[in-house]
């Protein structure tokens, strides 16, 4: 993690007081190390690429994830996307079944997800490094810390926003948003292990008819 940190300009005011915090000296200098001896992902370059593919004024849905892939190839800095040419992982599959279930109609299967993000999805992780293999590995190292002031900044300077919450981790990640202001959807996480809750939430649906509502301009899942 290069200095000094790579983030779109507009997160910049939200998140620059991060920064200049002893944990977050800290976790670059873990990120650092990690990247110069292991093999990490994301790519360094794209270790931010979900706030630089979806500025803090254009921040319409926030999907919050947990850790990045970490099997070679798939991590691409946006939770949930891979590249494309990468195999759709499962919990992406499950995904796009509730999402073509939910609308009614066949949609793209491409896995890059860049196309939510580039109309106002915040796909987010908590943590946003991995090692290879090792799921969890940089975990309460400050990422998370770092990824909740963002959280934290939309709460408070944005209104109208939809938070889409799937399982226990990302809702207590979202706890603390404030839904007389927002709009918090809440299900199962997509995983093959508890798509039962996931599927016939509705969340894109709901959160379309939420957006519209207020005047703005869909998300065309």
Not at 202 to 210: D, L, M, V
Request: aromatic letters at 10%.
């Amino acid at each position: 993690m290069s200095k000094p940190v790579r983030i779109d300009e507009s997160w910049r005011p939200h998140l620059e007081a991060e920064f200049a915090k002893p944990y977050f000296s800290a976790l670059r200098e873990f990120v650092r190390e990690e990247y110069a001896g292991q093999r990490v992902f994301p790519p360094a370059a794209r270790i931010f690429r979900a706030f630089d593919a979806c500025p803090f004024e254009k921040v319409k849905v926030v999907i919050l994830g947990q850790d990045p892939y970490h099997g070679a190839g798939q991590a691409n800095g946006l939770c949930f996307s891979v590249d494309a040419g990468v195999a759709t992982p499962p919990s992406l599959g499950n995904i796009f079944k509730e999402l073509e279930a939910d609308l009614g109609r066949p949609v793209s299967r491409d896995a890059d997800l860049s196309r939510w993000a580039s109309q106002g999805v915040l796909l987010l992780n908590a943590t946003l490094t991995v090692r290879e293999g090792a799921a969890g590995s940089h975990q309460n190292r400050g990422w998370e810390e770092f990824t909740d002031a963002a959280v934290r900044e939309l709460n408070e300077k944005r209104r109208g926003l939809v938070f889409m919450l799937w399982g226990s981790y990302a809702r207590r990640k979202g706890s603390g948003i404030d839904r007389s202001r927002h709009l918090v959807l809440e299900a199962g996480h997509p995983s093959p292990l508890s798509a039962q809750r996931f599927f016939g939430c509705r969340h894109f649906s709901k959160a379309n008819a939420y957006l519209a509502a207020q005047g703005v301009t869909p998300i065309d899942w």
